[in-house]
């Protein structure tokens, strides 16, 4: 159960860490901004993808949060990796920047195992 309860935290803290805090304090950064661009996304997108990873993330990591919402939010990740995974696939071809998304999706099914895993201990 301790090493469960360690691999969660370890994995849903990452996801925190990269799609809740880093985006919420890069989101407008110049960078972040030619990146939508060269994928061909509208810049309102950046506030709206900004505010949904926030929420999802602080969803992953309050204990409090219902069981529903953290799967609400699990199925967001997962969709917002699968859609970075394509994006940069249809715009860049197939090349390094693909392993970010799949990391992510790897990281994330990790955490949810292992909360589900947590779950059913309980």
């Known amino acids: 159960m301790k ?3 360690t691999i969660f935290w370890i ?3 990452i996801i925190f860490l990269f799609e809740g805090v880093l985006p919420a304090l890069t989101s407008h950064s110049e960078m972040s901004v030619n990146s939508f661009i060269h994928l061909g996304y509208p810049l309102y997108f950046i ?3 900004t505010v949904f990873k926030v929420l999802g993330s602080l969803a992953l990591v309050i204990p409090q949060v219902s069981p529903r919402i953290k ?3 699990y199925v967001g990740f997962g969709i917002d990796f699968i859609a970075a995974l ?3 696939w249809v715009v860049d071809g197939f090349g390094l920047m693909l392993l970010m998304p799949v990391a992510f999706m790897i990281i ?3 955490s949810y195992r292992s909360y589900h895993k947590i779950r059913a201990l309980q």
Do not use: F, G, H, P
């Open 3 to 5: 090493t469960t309860k």
């Open 11 to 13: 994995t849903t803290i």
């Open 47 to 49: 506030s709206l993808l």
């Open 71 to 73: 799967e609400w939010a």
């Open 86 to 88: 394509v994006s940069v």
């Open 108 to 110: 994330l099914v990790i």
